[in-house]
């Protein structure tokens, strides 16, 4: 039990320190029109976290695995096409954004002026559907978490102690945004210039990184379809 206790803490701490969420929430926070609304997308990410978790317990990962083998199995002929359609989409998006960053460096133009992320207003359901798709974005790469399951994997535990445990683990892990939420209420002033330099940051980053990850992504999936087609055809 001792060891159990110790992964919780350990993993779970090294896991809340997620900078994309924290990112999100930075950024959220002084978006929404009422300050509360920020309290949905923390718990929001809590509850999805919470049921991946549970999911990834019980096996439910090996379950879609082996749906999306029978699909591609099926179906391997139309999803080739498509894929090849969306990476030729995605190849396009990649040269678009590729001309626009020819033409900042061209005029040399200041980074900061380039506005590629727009940030608007968003209502409470907007807020839950952030922190849904947000904390499912990062489920793959969620290697701490992936491996405290496997501790508890390990163990024979009782389905309530098991999700005591995981909520526990998700508590840990929403830790992060609840101090900033705090923080924000407390020195809304302060607050603002790491808002001001977070938007900078991902802006900057977004005009160099958008074309390479188009262009990645389409390189992928214009070769897995290919090859899944010529596979077909023989």
């Known amino acids: 039990m001792i060891q159990l206790i110790i992964a919780l803490v350990t993993l779970g701490f090294i896991d809340c320190l997620n900078p994309a969420t924290i990112a999100t929430l930075i950024i959220l926070i002084p978006m929404v029109k009422n ?77 900061k002026e380039v506005n590629f992320i727009k940030i608007e207003n968003v209502t409470p359901k907007a807020i839950i559907g952030l922190a849904i ?61 790491i808002e001001i330099k977070t938007k900078d940051l991902i802006n900057k980053a977004s005009v160099y990184s958008i074309p390479v990850i188009c262009f990645i992504g389409a390189m992928w999936i214009l070769s897995e379809s290919v090859v899944a087609l010529i596979g077909f055809v023989h």
């Open 35 to 111: 300050l509360k609304y920020s309290v949905i997308f923390i718990w929001g990410t809590f509850i999805t976290y919470f049921i991946v978790g549970i999911s990834f317990y019980y096996g439910i990962n090996k379950l879609i695995k082996s749906f999306i083998v029978g699909l591609i199995t099926r179906y391997t002929f139309e999803i080739s096409i498509l894929g090849i359609i969306l990476g030729l989409v995605l190849l396009g998006v990649g040269v678009k954004f590729s001309i626009k960053v020819i033409k900042i460096i061209k005029k040399k133009e200041s980074i």
């Open 133 to 193: 798709i947000s904390t499912l974005s990062d489920a793959p790469t969620a290697i701490p978490y992936i491996g405290f399951i496997s501790v508890l994997l390990a163990k024979e535990l009782s389905l309530l102690v098991v999700i005591s445990i995981l909520a526990i683990y998700c508590i840990i892990y929403i830790m992060p945004m609840l101090v900033i939420y705090f923080s924000y209420k407390k020195f809304k002033d302060k607050f603002q210039a």
